[in-house]
T-cell receptor
Framework: KAGVTQTPRYLIKTRGQQVTLSCSPI?????VSWYQQTPGQGLQFLFE???????NKGNFPGRFSGRQFSNSRSEMNVSTLELGDSALYLCASSSGKAAQLVYEQYFGPGTRLTVT | SQQGEEDPQALSIQEGENATMNCSYK?????LQWYRQNSGRGLVHLILIRSNEREKHSGRLRVTLDTSKKSSSLLITASRAADTASYFCATDAGSGYSTLTFGKGTMLLVSP
């Protein structure tokens, strides 16, 4: 099976702009989670989608949003970028069924976002 | 907020030696997972241990879980230079679904 893919791999944006990141999960996986990784805060959970529905959301401002399509592909959007949004954004997929325990997650290579 | 706290923050050893990393967490869990991350790349799942398990093995990896102490350890035996990476523990913090809370990680350097 192909792994989790994320596009683009690198992005440079200016403060105030918006950005959209894309994630294609492993075939058959219906759960997609997004994480932000920074040197200061480490890995932080952004949100999780399952069958096009957001099931869980981390403690991030409303500028961070996401969605999932019927083919399980997911996008996340960050509007009005700030310098502090510079980070590695990781997407992970799992087979996580509804109301089940946490499954192991398969991560993509990440998108490195730099905000100048 | 971080659920898990890894210890030590950094570890430097020689090839062939064993490496032990510890993780402590705060709230009750259903399971605990360990991941590896090579410099600036995605995370790779290593092992998952459920709250009713005490020990689990996978190749050169041995994970223990002590729910009474809210702690886990990851032992890598006979380490290799290719094991150089950051290692993270992650818990579900009892929230279910696929939400993981990660610690800040242990950076392991294995020198030839």
């Amino acid at each position: 099976k192909a792994g989790v893919t994320q596009t683009p791999r690198y992005l440079i944006k200016t403060r105030g702009q918006q950005v959209t990141l894309s994630c294609s999960p492993i075939s058959g996986h219906r759960s997609v989670s997004w994480y932000q990784q920074t040197p200061g805060q480490g890995l932080q959970f952004l949100f999780e989608y399952f069958s096009e529905t957001q099931r869980n959301k981390g403690n991030f401002p409303g500028r961070f949003s996401g969605r999932q399509f019927s083919n399980s592909r997911s996008e996340m959007n960050v509007s009005t970028l700030e310098l502090g949004d510079s980070a590695l954004y990781l997407c992970a997929s799992s087979s996580g069924k509804a109301a089940q325990l946490v499954y192991e997650q398969y991560f993509g290579p990440g998108t490195r976002l730099t905000v100048t | 907020s971080q659920q898990g706290e890894e210890d030590p923050q950094a570890l430097s050893i020689q090839e062939g030696e064993n490496a032990t990393m510890n993780c402590s967490y705060k709230t009750s869990i259903n399971n605990l997972q360990w991941y590896r991350q090579n410099s600036g790349r995605g995370l790779v799942h290593l092992i998952l241990i459920r709250s009713n398990e005490r020990e689990k093995h996978s190749g050169r990896l041995r994970v223990t879980l002590d729910t009474s102490k809210k702690s886990s350890s990851l032992l890598i035996t006979a380490s290799r230079a290719a094991d150089t990476a950051s290692y993270f523990c992650a818990t579900d913090a009892g929230s279910g679904y696929s939400t993981l809370t990660f610690g800040k990680g242990t950076m392991l350097l294995v020198s030839p």
